[in-house]
């Protein structure tokens, strides 16, 4: 296995784990966008019924993990577009029935104090937006597209970051790697960039690693 930080050999080629770059996986990568991290987020369920459950699928680094949680966060994207705020999912865990997916919404950072319930009122909004979706006409274990029902998790709320911006780099960035991150504010967005980043101050010029 020739991959590294966490890479899987598929056989062909590498699968990196998200915010590593390269043919081997031996790259940290150049920017990563903690910006919906920073904000409130919605913590939700979703029943997939046109995928069966495998044990591949508590590993996170397999790659059926990352196909299933790759296809279930597009279609979200194409769902929530619209809805305010929208800054994306994570997916926290994968259980059985069919495949059942505990996942946050995130949401951008309010400009100022936000009262608690506008977020009640997104919430409503994510949820009825999920559920009026489209969905294929055909929901058989082999059709493309995911047949889902949604609703919020037992213990929906509406989650404010514990962790700093600081902090949050430092989880996201790739474990051997996480030392070299900070974060960089732009006008709208926060990025945790290292010194070889393109175009921030004081970077330096980076080169074959």
Same mark, same amino acid.
């Given at each position: 296995d020739p991959c590294q930080?966490?890479?899987h050999w598929t056989g062909t080629f590498c699968l990196c784990p998200p915010n590593v770059d390269g043919a081997r996986c031996q790259f940290g990568a150049s920017t990563i966008n903690i910006t919906a991290e920073l904000g409130p987020s919605i913590l939700m369920l979703a029943r997939v019924t046109?995928?069966?459950f495998s044990e591949d699928l508590r590993d996170t680094l397999s790659p059926t993990y990352r196909s299933f949680v790759d296809e279930f966060s597009r279609t979200m994207d194409r769902i929530y577009?619209?809805?305010?705020?929208?800054?994306?999912?994570r997916v926290l865990t994968l259980t059985r029935g069919s495949v059942v997916v505990n996942y946050k919404v995130m949401l951008h950072p309010p400009?100022?104090?936000q009262p608690t319930t506008d977020l009640h009122r997104r919430a409503r909004e994510l949820l009825d937006a999920a559920n009026a979706a489209a969905q294929p006409r055909n929901c058989s274990h082999s059709a493309e597209g995911l047949c889902f029902s949604t609703s919020f998790s037992r213990s929906a709320?509406?989650?404010v970051p514990a962790l700093n911006?600081?902090?949050?780099?430092k989880k996201h960035a790739p474990a051997n790697f996480s030392r070299y991150y900070y974060p960089y504010r =732009?006008? %709208?967005?926060?990025?945790?960039?290292t010194n070889? =980043?393109? %175009?921030v101050p004081g970077s330096i010029n980076c080169n074959s690693g």
């Open positions: 930080n966490g890479g046109n995928r069966n577009h619209n809805v305010s705020g929208y800054g994306g999912t400009a100022g104090d709320r509406a989650e911006a600081t902090e949050l780099c =732009t006008q %709208n967005s926060v990025l945790c960039v070889c =980043t393109l %175009n």
